[in-house]
């Protein structure tokens, strides 16, 4: 566990157990944008500082055990350096609200862009000639893509070479790449 996530779930030792589980269960409620924790419900208990603390260390570790879909095990040895009331706590909050989360996750990632791919068909033909040239015989890939955006579906159509195609798929698995490395 990061040393920030572990001060700032430290910071649950200085509420009572049911008071804690209420937290956090708002906590996430305010993470999945059903509900909003307010600090002046905990000016007595923590500093300002203390509750961004306690409120970063919560977000990031939620995320963190959903994202990668921790264990009971894996998170208690994430959560080692807390005392065992804690540790209960968590796991017993992050199980009942692990489902809430991964939708959350979902849909931030969702919204990301308004327009997904929905649906795609492609047909491979053959130029036996053009306008310029008697003789091509090059293949050629029609590729419609069904693009769905927020009130409609457009299909966008293209016409690729084989040296496009293969650009096309080198800048796919570029992007790929790329995603694996933020998965890690």
Avoid at 154 to 162: D, P, Y
Wanted: hydrophobic share 40%; charged share 25%; aromatic share 6%.
């Amino acid at each position: 566990m990061a040393d920030n996530e572990e001060v700032g779930l430290q910071l649950l030792r200085k509420i009572e157990v049911k008071s804690a589980t209420k937290l956090l269960h708002g906590l996430v409620d305010n993470f999945c944008k059903r509900g909003h924790l307010h600090y002046s419900n905990y000016d007595q208990i923590w500093t300002l500082q203390e509750w961004w603390a306690l409120t970063e260390s919560w977000e990031s570790l939620i995320k963190t055990v959903v994202r990668d879909s921790l264990n009971k095990d894996q998170i208690l040895q994430r959560l080692e350096s807390l005392p065992e009331e804690v540790r209960s706590l968590i796991i017993d909050v992050v199980n009942a609200r692990r489902s809430d989360v991964h939708h959350q996750l979902l849909s931030d990632t969702n919204s990301i862009s308004k327009s997904t791919l929905r649906d795609f068909d492609w047909q491979v033909k053959l130029a036996m000639s053009s306008d310029k040239l008697s003789s091509i015989h090059e293949p050629l890939l029609n590729l419609d893509l069904d693009v769905q955006s927020e009130a409609s579906t457009e299909i966008h159509s293209l016409e690729l070479t084989q040296e496009d195609l293969r650009n096309l798929i080198s800048s796919l698995e570029g992007a790929n790449r790329v995603l694996q490395q933020w998965k890690t």
